[in-house]
């Protein structure tokens, strides 16, 4: 089972997705936030939301009056601003040293980069409108 990241942006009771996969993201989440601790900025995983997987997987009952999908209130939220700024902070310095992050399972730095330009991209515009976002775990 493949598993990735989406950025999804609250607006009231509803979300929106970029869609995009951010699997490198994911699955070098160990190093990420190693490397957050040394740079000092709240690692990413802070802000990963499981609601996405639990109402896929949902063996419980949490989710049965959810026909239509999952709420935004059953998800965590953070301020956009927030996430931007230890994405900001980790790719800055991805950029600028290469060979800084541990890599595995054939996921490599630039692909990390690619990944943390484009939640930065949406998260610029995300933090102007003062949303709140989070990084939805996705099966």
Known sequence: MSMTLWLN??????YESNGEDHSAVF?????????????NVTPLSAFYDDTDVRYNMDETGEFEDCEEGWSASAANWFPAAAVLSSVSVILDH?????????TADGWKQDDVIDELTDFKSELERVAAQSNTVHLCIVM
């Open 9 to 14: 942006i609250r607006n009231g009771e509803t």
């Open 27 to 39: 699955y070098l989440q160990e190093p990420l936030d190693a490397l957050a601790d040394k740079l």
């Open 94 to 102: 991805l950029q600028t040293n290469p060979n800084a992050l541990t």
